[in-house]
């Protein structure tokens, strides 16, 4: 998941994104969730184009009539990550970072113990 202010530019089809709208303070006025990006339409004069953005909400399309306005953009967001993707994700995170640990035979040598003081490893020992 992206934090990033995105502008239209920068939008990507089959992304999920929220419209973030700013103030001259740049501070947040309001964020609109506006779903999955189905398509971008350009039309009008090559010199002055108009966008029309398809998105897809909750099963129905809508368009969204974008302007080059500065004062809001896009955050990109994965709807499909609920809590279970995100613990799995951790956990091999974890895991890697346990091998890394155990596999480390600098770090486990007696004269280099000082400096991994702090990380207890007891709970990753293979039995």
């Known amino acids: 998941m992206s934090n990033n202010l995105v502008h239209l530019s920068n939008l ?15 501070k947040i006025k309001y964020i609109c969730e506006m779903g999955k990006l189905l398509d971008i339409q350009l039309y ?7 966008v029309d953005l398809l998105f897809q909400k909750n099963g129905e399309n809508f368009r969204f009539q974008a302007d080059f306005n500065p004062s809001y953009g896009f ?11 995100v613990r799995e994700r951790v956990q091999c ?3 890697i970072l346990k ?3 155990l596999g480390n035979d600098w770090a486990l040598r007696p004269e280099n113990v000082v400096a ?9 020992i293979q039995e």
């Not at 955050?75 to 993707?85: C, G, K, L, P, S």
């Open 75 to 85: 955050i990109e967001y994965n709807i499909e990550e609920t809590e279970d993707v």
């Open 12 to 26: 990507n089809v089959k992304k999920y994104y929220n419209l973030v709208s700013v103030d001259h303070n740049k």
């Open 116 to 124: 991994t003081q702090g990380i207890d490893i007891s709970m990753y």
């Open 93 to 95: 995170r974890t895991h």
């Open 99 to 101: 091998n890394e640990i």
């Open 44 to 50: 009008g004069r090559n010199y002055d184009p108009d």
